[in-house]
């Protein structure tokens, strides 16, 4: 089996892991395992995205950004669900006011510093501004 005989483009890492295992002489879906690894791998995907995510964002910023994450019990909350929202407010909130997340908070955003006034490069219509 090689890369190019795969079902569906992979991202560049899901690749590289399958390579490695290819080249341990695993022949087949089964020997590497991909029933046992699905679930994971679906997870390391998307803890791969937001870290991606959170980097360029702080390249963006310079570094003006906080990521706060909350972890909720399994199922708590349902992609897209509006009626959820209030329960959502209120978590942030929750974890808003925490010391930790409060003071990394003020002494980022709120500390008094000014900044430049924001001049985007683009307008609405997509020319260049001046």
Same mark, same amino acid.
């Given at each position: 089996? *090689? +890369?190019?005989? +795969?079902?569906?483009?992979?991202p560049? !890492?899901?690749? @590289?892991?399958?390579? #490695?295992?290819?080249?341990?002489? !695993?022949?087949?879906?089964f020997?590497?395992?991909?029933? #046992?690894?699905?679930p994971?791998?679906? =997870?390391?995907?998307?803890?791969?995205?937001?870290? %991606?995510?959170?980097? %360029?964002?702080?390249?963006?910023? #310079?570094? =003006?950004?906080? $990521?706060?994450?909350?972890?909720?019990?399994?199922?708590?909350?349902? +992609?897209?669900?509006?009626?959820? %929202? *209030?329960?959502?407010?209120? +978590?942030? $909130?929750? &974890?808003? &006011? *925490?010391?930790?997340?409060?003071?990394?908070?003020?002494? #980022?955003?709120?500390?008094?510093?000014? !900044?430049?006034? @924001?001049?985007?490069?683009? =307008?609405? @219509?997509?020319? !260049?501004?001046s």
């Open positions: 089996m *090689e +890369l190019r005989d +795969l079902p569906c483009p992979l560049l !890492v899901v690749q @590289f892991i399958i390579a #490695r295992f290819l080249s341990q002489g !695993v022949t087949s879906w020997d590497l395992g991909i029933l #046992r690894w699905g994971q791998m679906i =997870n390391l995907l998307f803890q791969g995205q937001m870290e %991606m995510a959170t980097a %360029m964002t702080g390249l963006l910023t #310079r570094g =003006n950004f906080l $990521r706060v994450d909350s972890t909720v019990p399994s199922g708590a909350y349902a +992609l897209d669900s509006v009626e959820q %929202m *209030e329960s959502m407010v209120a +978590l942030g $909130r929750g &974890v808003a &006011v *925490e010391d930790k997340i409060f003071t990394a908070v003020q002494s #980022r955003f709120l500390n008094g510093r000014v !900044v430049d006034k @924001f001049i985007p490069c683009h =307008n609405v @219509f997509g020319t !260049v501004t």
